[in-house]
């Protein structure tokens, strides 16, 4: 089994005193049913499954029920079995009768059970379910493997991942020959992604990156075919916007530009298609912020945004095998920015930081925001050349006196310095410490369910 962070939290949802159903979203092949399996084999001793895709009739059956009484009478049909005290109960893919989610509550109220409920598209049906059963549900996102969760698999020592984190928080560099194979392995992380089957399978096929890019580019397929399926009518929008992330981030200015879909095409008329790829966890958008003043959210463009893949592996295997090529052969001389800002944006978006971007035509763009428990924002460069750096509009930032902001990051293949601008620090981190910023993200996940 790939050691998945998520599982502390299921962990912590079980021995809260206060019961609720667990709600997990995330993307297709993010992992969801093989974690609830494996979570329910270590902690009850009694597991039923159900998956109303594979069995649409026992979902509507179950949707009938009318009290608490009936309807764990109807799923004790449903299994073939009585349901024994101490079961933990998944319904899986409910977004097929997501009315189920409505009648969760009813299930709780027995007392007899754990429950959790899944999806692989069911953060889409969420704001249509009538009466969302507030205060019985904790919603929980499963994001494709970061970057330390890779190097769990791939067999890297924890000593040594928490020598990483000390240098971190020492701001010192790594010893040399460390420091490349950290890079090395980062590079393998951006060409095979985090999506578990893919990663399994370049680990059991020795290392093999084609293996990897198969699966990648079969999960692709399996995206194209969801969105023809559960929405045939703009399936020609959506996967017309889904198809175009790549060139959208290839370009100088990756913010995503609506005309590229069709003429005339506007935000107002393309948001729900948007907002149906990000809610099925397939896209992440990074907003445009206005100031980069705390709270971030108050500035927020909806309207302008960069559009960065889930998974930088599934971004990758829509691209030609050349630009990963010249990933694991570490090509200065190819312009990699937008695959390792998408990288970067997944890592941040499975810590739970929010993703903003500032741009301002006189003081120029910053790739990243993010807020801190102090309140404060730093900015943060994503830079895959040589001239790591020159950050121009880094420099104005710390410049401003009225933004107040202490400090500056800039990611890179290089190993950790510190530098200086305007009398503020910025440090230079290597790629890899990515990991080591949820110390300092105010809604990081880390951080809310440390130990």
Known sequence: MLQRKIYKRLLAWKDAPEAKALILLGARQTGKTYLVREFARQNYPS?????????????????????????????????????????????????????????????????RFDLILSGSLLGTVLEGVASFPVGY??????????F???????????????????HYAARTPLEESLHERFIKLYRQYIVVGGMPEAVQRFIDRRYDFGAARTVDREIIEQYRFDIAK???????????????????????????????IHEGATYERLEDDFVW???????????????????????????????????????????????????????????FGATYEN????????????????????????????????????????????????????????GSSGFDIPYAYVLSEHNLSVGEQAGKPVYYLPLYMTMCLAADCVDSLESLHAE
């Open 148 to 166: 330390e969760e890779f190097a769990w698999a791939m067999q890297v020592p924890f000593d040594i991942l928490e020598q990483v984190r000390g």
């Open 230 to 260: 559960y929405l045939p009518r703009r399936k020609l929008q959506i996967r017309a916007i889904f198809d175009n992330i790549p060139a959208q981030l290839a370009k100088e200015n990756k913010r995503f530009i609506m005309k590229t």
């Open 343 to 398: 990288a970067v944006a997944q890592e941040l978006a499975a810590m739970g930081a929010g993703l903003y971007y500032y741009h301002n035509n006189r003081r120029g763009e910053v790739d990243f925001l993010f807020e801190t428990s102090a309140g404060t924002v730093i900015p943060l460069e994503v830079k895959s050349g040589k001239d790591y750096k020159l950050h121009v509009a880094l420099n104005n930032l710390l």
């Open 47 to 111: 597991f039923i499954e159900v998956n109303f895709l594979e069995d649409k009739k026992a979902a509507a059956f179950l949707a009938g029920a009318e009290s608490a009484i009936e309807l764990v009478s109807r799923l004790s049909l449903v299994v073939g079995h009585e349901i024994e005290q101490g079961t933990l109960v998944f319904l899986d893919e409910v977004q097929v009768a997501k009315q189920i989610i409505t009648l969760s509550k009813f299930l709780l109220d027995d007392g």
């Open 277 to 335: 790829l990000i809610n099925a966890g397939v896209a992440l958008p990074t907003y445009l912020v206005q100031e980069p003043r705390a709270p971030l959210l108050r500035t927020k463009v909806t309207q302008k945004f960069k559009l960065f893949s889930s998974d930088c592996g599934l971004l990758l295997a829509q691209n030609p095998a050349a630009v990963a090529m010249g990933i694991l052969s570490g090509e200065c001389d190819m312009n």
């Open 137 to 146: 549900a904790q919603i929980e996102r499963m994001y494709p493997l970061d």
